[in-house]
């Protein structure tokens, strides 16, 4: 059973560009959640997808944003980018909300240069 | 608010010995879950072992438990026989109560070091 696939694994921008990250989850889950890793402030929910509606929502600006697609795939975008925006993006599933496990992926490394 | 706090920023132990992260959490809500991930250098999380809160027993898994002290608030994972594979960063996470959310509120995770 394959997991949770995130693609780019490497990602370099520069400041003012955008991005978009995805996430296939594993095959059945329906939540896909995101998560940003820093140094600094270590990691940090974005949002969390079920079945194609946000169910939640970290403190983090607007330019920072989410979709779900029907097959449970899962899209993040980042518009404007800031220097601080360099991180590790993580991406985790579980198969319901009721979780014990949140499986995660590899992550995208971003380097807005 | 809650909050995981993880005081051991680098550990060292050596190979085939037992070591002891440490994990202390502050919640308000009855029902919560908490969870240990594994991080090595590749990036990826790894789940180790979870523990609800209204779970009698600790948790065990593998090599893996999880001394769970209620009343301290504190979750400490326990990993025995240290094997080299296990040179990662050790993170605990907690969930809300509600259960239905993939948020977890994670420490600053712990660096662990096995020594041959």
């Known amino acids: 059973k394959a997991g949770v696939t995130q693609t780019p694994r490497y990602l370099i921008k520069t400041r003012g560009q955008q991005v978009t990250l995805s996430c296939s989850p594993i095959?059945?889950?329906?939540?896909v959640s995101w998560y940003q890793q820093t140094p600094g402030q270590g990691l940090q929910f974005l949002f969390e997808y079920f079945s194609e509606t946000q169910r939640n929502k970290g403190n983090f600006p607007g330019r920072f944003s989410g979709r779900q697609f029907s097959n449970s795939r899962s899209e993040m975008n980042v518009s404007t980018l800031e220097l601080g925006d360099s991180a590790l993006y993580l991406c985790a599933s579980s198969l319901t909300g009721r979780i014990e496990k949140l499986f995660f992926g590899s992550g995208t490394q971003l380097s807005v240069l | 608010a809650q909050k995981i706090t993880q005081t051991q920023p680098g550990m060292f132990v050596q190979e085939k010995e037992a070591v002891t992260l440490d994990c202390t959490y502050d919640?308000?809500?009855?029902?919560?879950?908490l969870f240990w991930y594994k991080q090595p250098s590749s990036g990826e999380m790894i789940f180790l072992i979870y523990q609800g809160s209204y779970d009698q027993q600790n948790a065990t898994e593998g090599r893996y438990s999880l001394n769970f002290q209620k009343a301290r608030k504190s979750a400490n994972l326990v990993i025995s026989a240290s094997q080299l594979g296990d040179s990662a960063m050790y993170f605990c996470a907690m969930r809300d109560g509600s259960g239905n959310t993939g948020k977890l509120i994670f420490g600053q995770g712990t660096t662990l070091q096995v020594k041959p």
């Open positions: 919640t308000s809500d009855p029902s919560y879950g």
């Open positions: 095959s059945g889950h329906r939540s």
